[in-house]
């Protein structure tokens, strides 16, 4: 049983602050991790994926990936209220997508 | 627009009835997938297709079934053998089984 572990929350953040975000896996043959943003009531969207070991930037976003440790994270910098959302992690192994249960991300003004 | 479409967005059933989500998606994927959210808890997986008539279960398929007969096209049966269908429905579809996955946006479904 593949499982993906991710700290429910609620996570609160302060306006501008940076928000951690972080997720570990069991299945080792996992190559690529995804990260998506869901918010209440929606389906979720994409917002970043990584496959190599170290930083991937993108705008605010930066994920981090250590395979050795099973361990990924989502930093998001200059939060704002509308990061405020559900973030599930999602590693890709041979078969498809494993999902988290999400972080509950609050961003507060 | 290239996208993912769910109908309808709200749906209720009686119990003992049958019913189906429509999925469809114009973006030339392969893949399609359907998952089932409950509150507070992660994607299940209920069933997957690669290609044209031919599909996989997934985690939690009893209960379910699906067809394949067109590309853009993946609709899911909600029996009444599922014990407990309430939940949020959603769709997705990728080019490949490996790559990222793109959601429709959703289905509610109501069990009265």
């Known amino acids: 049983q593949k499982e993906v572990e991710q700290n429910s929350g609620p996570l609160s953040v302060p306006e501008g602050a940076i928000a951690s975000l972080n997720c570990t896996y069991s299945?080792?043959?996992?190559?690529?991790f995804f990260w998506y943003r869901q918010y209440s009531g929606k389906s979720p969207e994409l917002i970043m994926f990584?496959?190599?070991?170290g930083d991937k930037e993108d705008g605010r976003f930066t994920a981090q990936l250590n395979k050795a440790s099973q361990y990924v994270s989502l930093l998001i910098r200059d939060s704002q209220p509308s990061d405020s959302a559900t973030y599930l992690c999602a590693p890709q192994g041979a078969d498809g997508l494993t999902f988290g249960k999400g972080t509950h991300l609050i961003i507060q003004p | 627009d290239g996208g993912i479409t769910q109908s309808p967005k709200y749906l209720f059933r009686k119990e003992g009835q049958n019913v189906t989500l429509s999925c469809e998606q114009n973006?030339?994927?392969?893949?399609m997938y359907w998952y089932r959210q409950d509150p507070g808890q992660g994607l299940r997986l209920i069933y997957y297709s690669q290609i044209v008539n031919d599909f996989q279960k997934g985690d939690i398929a009893e209960g379910y079934s699906v067809s394949r007969e067109k590309k853009e096209s993946f609709p899911l049966t909600v029996t009444s053998a599922q014990k407990n269908p309430t939940a949020f429905y959603l769709c997705?579809?990728?080019?490949?089984?490996?790559?990222?996955?793109?959601f429709g946006p959703g289905t509610r479904l109501t069990v009265l």
């Open positions: 299945d080792r043959g996992s190559q690529s």
């Open positions: 990584i496959y190599s070991n």
């Open positions: 997705a579809s990728s080019s490949g089984l490996l790559n990222e996955q793109f």
């Open positions: 973006l030339n994927h392969d893949a």
